[in-house]
């Protein structure tokens, strides 16, 4: 089975970003917010697709930009706006359905654009069985949705977003095996960065803005 560390290092995962929110904050859908000119979604694609092996975007709503012609796009299992567990469920179905023999389903969220080029591998490296989950961490913080999730905890997930009130993906990773794997910050010309800078407002677009302008004058 081609699962992981122990069987297949060089193993790439399934992927799907998560956009299926409703980006109340920011006012406007974050996949197609500009950043220096390209938006987050064109960024995260480029940062993804040497580290996985498919990628699929969630979507509940017009993304208010073009999407790639060849982008599969699945919209929640669960519709009503579950929140980011409805979209991992997605993620979990649509790999159970495209990729029957991957273990795990790897998201990414779409408002992260500086993650790192490493965290499939390194999450993929850290799984020891197809049961267990591997989540991203950096300056002691969880990053819950840049996750490596067993395919087979789908009906577990499922029934616990019908019965659960507060939905909260933290509670539903502490409810199963998993493993933490702690990334640096980024050492950049400009700075320590931190890779799992996230975007929900517009002052953090800018902030994000700011970051891309000292790192692209830094490299002049
Ligand atoms: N599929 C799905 N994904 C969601 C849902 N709500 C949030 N997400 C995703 O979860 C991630 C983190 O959510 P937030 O940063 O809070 O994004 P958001 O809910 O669109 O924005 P706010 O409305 O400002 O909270 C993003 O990648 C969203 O796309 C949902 O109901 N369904
Ligand atoms: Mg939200």
Same mark, same amino acid.
């Given at each position: 089975?081609?699962?992981?560390?122990?069987?297949?290092?060089?193993?790439?995962?399934?992927?799907?970003?998560?956009?299926?929110?409703?980006?109340?904050?920011?006012?406007?859908?974050?996949?197609?917010?500009?950043?220096?000119?390209?938006?987050?979604?064109?960024?995260?694609?480029?940062?993804?697709?040497?580290?996985?092996?498919?990628?699929?975007?969630? &979507?509940? /709503?017009?993304?208010? #930009? $073009? *999407?790639?012609?060849? +982008?599969?796009?699945?919209?929640? !299992?669960?519709?009503?706006?579950?929140?980011?567990?409805?979209?991992?469920?997605?993620?979990?179905?649509?790999?159970?359905?495209?990729?029957?023999?991957?273990?795990?389903?790897?998201?990414?969220?779409?408002?992260?654009?500086?993650?790192?080029?490493?965290?499939?591998?390194?999450?993929?490296?850290?799984?020891?069985?197809?049961?267990?989950?591997?989540?991203?961490?950096?300056?002691?913080?969880?990053?819950? &949705?840049? /996750?490596?999730?067993? #395919? $087979? *905890?789908?009906?577990? +997930?499922?029934?616990?977003?019908? !019965?659960?009130?507060?939905?909260?993906?933290?509670?539903?990773?502490?409810?199963?095996?998993?493993?933490?794997?702690?990334?640096?910050?980024?050492?950049?010309?400009?700075?320590?960065?931190?890779?799992?800078?996230?975007?929900?407002?517009?002052?953090?677009?800018?902030?994000?803005?700011?970051?891309?302008?000292?790192?692209?004058?830094?490299?002049?």
């Amino acid at each position: 089975m081609p699962t992981a560390r122990g069987t297949d290092r060089q193993w790439r995962p399934p992927a799907v970003i998560l956009a299926g929110g409703r980006s109340s904050r920011m006012g406007s859908p974050k996949a197609g917010l500009l950043l220096r000119g390209r938006t987050m979604l064109d960024r995260i694609i480029e940062r993804l697709e040497p580290q996985v092996e498919s990628i699929a975007l969630n &979507l509940n /709503a017009d993304p208010g #930009v $073009a *999407l790639p012609p060849n +982008l599969v796009v699945v919209a929640d !299992t669960m519709p009503g706006f579950f929140g980011p567990l409805a979209g991992i469920l997605t993620a979990m179905r649509h790999a159970g359905r495209t990729a029957p023999a991957a273990s795990h389903v790897l998201t990414v969220p779409t408002d992260t654009p500086f993650f790192p080029d490493n965290v499939a591998s390194r999450l993929v490296d850290a799984v020891t069985s197809g049961e267990e989950i591997a989540v991203a961490w950096s300056d002691g913080k969880m990053h819950p &949705l840049f /996750a490596l999730w067993p #395919v $087979a *905890l789908a009906d577990d +997930l499922e029934a616990w977003i019908r !019965t659960d009130e507060k939905l909260r993906v933290r509670a539903f990773i502490a409810r199963h095996r998993s493993t933490a794997v702690d990334f640096p910050l980024s050492a950049t010309k400009a700075g320590p960065l931190d890779p799992f800078f996230n975007i929900n407002t517009p002052e953090q677009l800018r902030q994000a803005e700011e970051w891309l302008k000292r790192l692209e004058d830094h490299s002049r």
